[in-house]
């Protein structure tokens, strides 16, 4: 069974990071990925960024291009999303979800369907 356990959130003020983790467990093979989505109050989730264990190939919606970056230990099978530059629109239960397939491109798919409890960031203005 896969398993996704996410930590690392918490109040910060505007222009502060930082870093979530990502700990999975359970995969058969490889060819998985790895994702970050975010919900906030009133809003659809949606995907923040993702990357692909087998060649770390990775995405970034075009809101947290050039202040979030996703990597991935796959020693410590962990994968990060390093928070920089901070907005208070960035405020969101932020969750990490495995896929067993990943398709990245102009857009990430995959199905998600193992899902942590998500973890709270909240960004002060």
């Known amino acids: 069974e896969v398993q996704v356990v996410e930590s690392g959130g918490g109040l910060v003020q505007a222009g502060g990071s930082l870093r979530l983790s990502c700990a999975a467990s359970?995969?058969?093979?490889?060819?998985?990925?790895i994702g970050w989505l975010r919900q906030a109050p009133g809003k659809e989730i949606e995907i923040v960024s993702c990357?692909?264990?087998?060649?770390?190939?990775?995405y970034y919606a075009d809101s947290v291009k050039g202040r979030f970056t996703i990597s991935s230990d796959n020693a410590k099978n962990t994968v990060y999303l390093q928070m920089n530059s901070l907005k208070p629109e960035d405020t969101a239960v932020y969750y990490c979800?495995?896929?067993?397939?990943?398709?990245?491109?102009?857009?990430?798919?995959?199905?998600?369907?193992?899902r942590g409890q998500g973890t709270q960031v909240t960004v002060s203005s």
């Open positions: 990357i692909s264990r087998s060649d770390d190939v990775t």
């Open positions: 979800a495995a896929s067993d397939w990943i398709i990245i491109g102009s857009m990430c798919g995959g199905n998600f369907a193992s």
């Open positions: 359970g995969f058969t093979s490889d060819d998985y990925g």
